[in-house]
């Protein structure tokens, strides 16, 4: 595969479970970013990790946990979560983090909490 | 506060004709400028970035301005298609994080 890539694609959780989310990219990038697009809201940043470790950490709540393994793979630990966190997740990785680097995203997960 | 705003929030146009999108924001202190196309329930496909140090940049159709100075960019699409029907999302890259705007939801009919 190519590109960045997540999974699943759709994903419906009660407010007790646990679940993650998965982003991998085969870019050979090191710089990767959670994002949480909710409806009609911009964008909004979550977690940005370069070469690993956490560098951005835009004010999220702690039932979100990132964890990056490798430079390649990103995940995003879910629980005890609330209805008003149902969004689409997106993904991203750049060559590095800034520095005027394109970001490239994927195809994200849609997230209903029930 | 850094922001980023899009204007119009909805855009719809006969095939053809040729559109401009506008992107303003708040700080002028940025690294790049990226504009994005979003299909319905997917995920960004990034369309043209601009560094902070140039003036415009084009991809086909399409052509991508930059005025650091005024804290704005606009997006020409030239002789528009159904299938640029899409949303289109500004970007302002600061240090680690790209501030979105809300994006211009275009529809282009046939």
Known sequence: ?114 | KQEVTQIPAALSVPEGENLVLNCSFTDSAIYNLQWFRQDPGKGLTSLLLIQSSQREQTSGRLNASLDKSSGRSTLYIAASQPGDSATYLCAVEYGNKLVFGAGTILRVKS
């Open chain 1, 1 to 114: 595969e190519t590109g960045v890539t997540q999974t699943p694609r759709h994903l419906v959780m009660g407010m007790t479970n646990k679940k993650s989310l998965k982003c991998e990219q085969h870019l050979g990038h090191n710089a990767m970013y959670w994002y949480k697009q909710s409806a009609k809201k911009p964008l909004e940043l979550m977690f940005v990790y370069s070469l690993e470790e956490r560098v951005e950490n835009n004010s999220v709540p702690s039932r979100f946990s990132p964890e990056c393994p490798n430079s390649s793979h990103l995940f995003l630990h879910l629980h005890t979560l609330q209805p008003e966190d149902s969004a689409l997740y997106l993904c991203a990785s750049s060559p590095y983090p800034g520095q005027a680097y394109e970001q490239y995203f994927g195809p994200g997960t849609r997230l209903t909490v029930t």
